[in-house]
Structures are given as C-alpha cells and as structure tokens.
C-alpha cells in the first residue's frame, strides 16, 4: 500500500481508473463562497479602486474560481478589474458575510503593484488612483467601507495581525471584528 507521500496523480490514476482527476470526483461546491481583494498603494501614497455599479467604489477583488487558490484568484480578479499585475504582500483580514446565500468569506490581502496599465472592464466602468482622504469619501458600501479601514490601518498605522470579522448586510452590522 502506498503512503501518502508516495501517492503522485500517475499512482491516483492507476488505484482508482474510474476516476480521471480529482475535480471529478469531488463536487465544486462550498459551504462559503470564496473572494479575495488587494490594497494596493503606489509610491504616491494613492490606493487603487475599482466602481462596480453594485457596490460603488471598492478595493479590487472578487470571486476565486473553482481550482483556484485564493492568491491566484486574486492576482486574476485584479489584472481584470484594473489592468494591473500585482505581488500580494500579505493576508490582512479574514470577513464572513453570514446574511449572503451563500456565505461569502473575503480575504483581503495588501499587494505591491509590478506592472500593467490602468484599464476599465465591463465590470468596473470606472479605475482610479486616491489618496485616502478622497478614497475614503468615494466608499458608500459598508462592508466596503470595513475592508477600507482595515486596508488603510496596514498602510498607513502599520497595524500587524490579521483581522477577523463576521458581519451581515440589509442593514449592515458588524457582529464580530478583532485583530488576532
């Protein structure tokens, strides 16, 4: 019998022939819906948004496909939500929104810009570079909003740990939020 060490997809293959990858035989479905989103901030000091006609202005980000790990869904969502190539830096905080069907759980990592241009999609009409002040003016959506001050905490205060929060929107309420 083999161990799982020694257990290569060539060896998979062969103990189970029925079965022609692991995507087949385990369903694409979760119990939360996965999304990952950047704080990026440029050497001026602006931070990258992205308008949604949904959510308004927001950090880039959205939903990691199936086979995806959260670090490449990010890389993907932003390069499409904004045009540019980005290094994630690190994992900022963890958010459940518990009121959405089905749940979502958001990772929010800060991320370091290496390259691209800015361009707009037909899903986020509007991109842009903002100093905080104004960013912070142009974020209407509260669960935006969180992610906003979180963001900025770790850029602008060097706030270490991550940040976990539980929270459900219509109206929107912060359930459980803390640094761990």
Request: proline share 7%; aromatic share 8%; with cysteine.
């Amino acid at each position: 019998m083999l161990s799982l060490n020694e257990l290569q997809p060539e060896s998979f293959n062969t103990l189970f022939p029925i079965v022609k990858n692991m995507s087949e035989a385990l369903p694409l479905t979760s119990a939360q819906l996965l999304c990952a989103a950047a704080c990026i901030q440029d050497e001026q000091g602006r931070y990258l948004l992205v308008r949604t006609p949904l959510r308004g202005w927001e950090f880039p980000g959205g939903v990691v496909e199936p086979g995806e790990s959260l670090t490449t869904g990010l890389l993907r969502e932003v390069e499409e939500e904004s045009g540019y190539a980005v290094k994630p830096l690190r994992l900022l905080a963890l958010m459940s929104n518990i009121s959405s069907h089905p749940p979502k759980l958001i990772a929010l990592y800060s991320a370091q810009l290496i390259g691209g241009s800015l361009k707009t999609s037909a899903e986020t009409p509007e991109v842009g570079w903002f100093l905080s002040e104004a960013a912070e003016t142009l974020i209407q959506h509260p669960a935006n909003a969180l992610r906003w001050q979180i963001g900025r905490a770790a850029t602008e205060t060097a706030q270490t740990g991550i940040y976990h929060a539980v929270y459900t929107l219509f109206p929107f309420e912060l359930i459980e939020g803390k640094y761990y």
